[in-house]
C-alpha cells in the first residue's frame, strides 16, 4: 500500500497541493487578525472552533481520498483532483466551526461572569 501510495510523489506536486491547503487557514488568520481590535473576548473561541473545523474536514477528505490506496478497492484516475477542492470546501466548514467555537465561548465567558 506504502508503496503504491507515494510512486508517484514528487516535491513539487507537494508544493503545489500546500498551496491549496494554506487557503483556509489563511483566510482563518486573515478574519481572526480583523476581529482582533473589534472584540478580543471571544476570539479564542472563534481561532480553536475554525481551526478545528478546518482541521477535521481536510483529515476526513485526505482520508476518503487515500483510503483505496491502502485497501484493495479500485483508486479512481481523477482521485488527486480532490486534493484541489478539499481546502476550498475546509473554509466553509471552518465557518462553521468558528460559528461553533464563538457560541460556546460567549456561553462560557457569560457563565463566569456571573
Known amino acids: 500500500g506504502f508503496q503504491d501510495a507515494y510512486q508517484y510523489f514528487s516535491l513539487t506536486g507537494y508544493l ?3 498551496a491549496f491547503r494554506a487557503i483556509p487557514y489563511a483566510v482563518l488568520f486573515y478574519t481572526l487578525k ?3 481590535k473589534s472584540n478580543g473576548k471571544n476570539i479564542q473561541g472563534v481561532a480553536w472552533g475554525g481551526l478545528a473545523g478546518i482541521l477535521l ?3 476526513w477528505g485526505s482520508w476518503e481520498t ?3 490506496f491502502y485497501t484493495e478497492e479500485h483508486t479512481s484516475s481523477t ?3 480532490a486534493f484541489i477542492f478539499i481546502p476550498v470546501y475546509a473554509v466553509i466548514s471552518g465557518v462553521i466551526g468558528a460559528v461553533l467555537g464563538y457560541v460556546i465561548n460567549s456561553v462560557i465567558n457569560r457563565f ?3
Open 34 to 36: 480583523s476581529r482582533e
Open 57 to 59: 474536514f481536510i483529515i
Open 112 to 114: 463566569r461572569r456571573d
Open 66 to 68: 487515500m483510503y483505496t
Open 79 to 81: 482521485a488527486a483532483i
Open 16 to 18: 503545489f497541493f500546500s
